[in-house]
């Protein structure tokens, strides 16, 4: 038997007296000099950092990608350059809108985020289980996630904040018919798909750009859990994503997924009928089908929740040589706000807690700050140029300009008729279209519940012009719900 470690405190001094303080007699105060004592109590007082100001419950995983298909002629990536390279990665999954101790099956979209340690940088894929979202302007996101979050006044989650703010602004329809169906409470997290979400660039050797779309498709296929099971279970077992998801990977069923892409040129983009880079619009299959790529393994658990899991820190700012952003404006608010969230959430010097650092170079002329622990590059130049040391800025990873349209600046309107964007109704009508019976009655049941929640004096005016948007969707699907919320239109 090895020898057992001698127990310390923080500076590593051994000590024996860990559960007894000590007091001036057996019954009297604490003396000031058991520092032992204030050691442990201002650790603890230290534990929490602030959760995710989105997506704070979470689970994670790592595991491996592998090539299968050769996409070469769309990306010089160097992940993707040989069909059998595999590249070590990590999955984080979670609710967007609860808190970290909440359910895990509440209906919420679920995040899927992924972080590929390439060769040439770690590269982020901060998507979600849902190929849409329900705003198409950063500036819209913090009014929408505050309609998710709890009541200034109640303190509570308010159906009638989130149906004012869905009805007030018709673009998030199409992300709403998929919150309202069973994929708003998928059976954990293996069961669902991952999707980039947004639109991104890929760049090929020759430096031609595509764009392009990803999808992430469960291996192990679709499940949900109805409205009704949904429930039980946020009563049952609050965790029960996370405990499916360690449960799994623990006894070697590691769950995969297959990596398709859909890809554009920027001739289509041009004349695509939507906007390619609109968040609230899918790329139909029919026009733009999927391509094979690759497969994602989850294989390994965290050894640790707090380190691995809860300190990740994806960015869609983290592309890599080969991958590109593109204009869609909601990408573009993205690029700022994770990093700066980041520096908020786990300090300035985030990319070097293990988990999000770099495992092959790290060179730059960053220095110091807060819990700066990885040596801060020790005696070399922290200025740039400089005639000393060996770091050069290598001119084949220059980027691909950005493709600018409009030259003028302003503040067009994301729903401009004249523009062809005020479209927000036929894409979720096709999706309602093409739906069993019984995943269309699932839906309408579920939106029934979640509109019935509507309360107050505006709870009629706020009905109303929701159930006109499902109305001009499909004129079915807005008469059944009319019917279930027994509301005569
Ligand atoms: C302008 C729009 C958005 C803004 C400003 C925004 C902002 C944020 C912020 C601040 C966080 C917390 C980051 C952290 O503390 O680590 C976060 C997390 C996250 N967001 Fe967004 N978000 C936006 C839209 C989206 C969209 C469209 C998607 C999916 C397509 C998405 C997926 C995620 C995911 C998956 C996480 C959790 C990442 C993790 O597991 O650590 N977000 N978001």
Redesign the pocket.
Known sequence: MSEKKKLTTASGRPYVENEDSLTVGRRGPILLEDYVLHEKMAHFNRERIPE????AK?S?AFGTFTVTHDITKYTKAKMFSTVGKKTDMLA?F?TVGGEKGSADTERDPR???LKFYTEDGNWDL???NTPV?FVKD?KK??DFIHTQKRHPFTNMKSPTMMWDFWSLNPESLHQVLILMSDRGTPFGYRHMNG????TYSLINANNERHYVKFHFKTDQGIKNFNDAEATKMKGENPDFAQQDLIEHIENGNYPKWNLKIQVMTEEEARNYKWNPFD?SKVWPHGDFPLIDVGVMELNKNADNYFAQIEQ???APAHIVDGVGYSPDK?LQ??LL??PD??RY?LGVNYEQIPVNRCPYAVNNYERDGFMRVDGNQGRAENYFPNSFDDIKVDEDYKLKSPEVNDASADWYDRNSAAANENDHYTQPGNLYRIMSDQAKTNLINNTVGAMSGIEGPKKEEITKRQLAHWYKADEELGRRIAEGLGVNM
């Open positions: 995710r100001v989105v997506h979470g994670g984080r979670s995040g899927f985020a901060v998507g979600n979202f950063p996101f913090s999707y980039g979400s947004h968040l990740s820190a994806f909601m608010g993205r706000s994770y969230a980041h959430r």
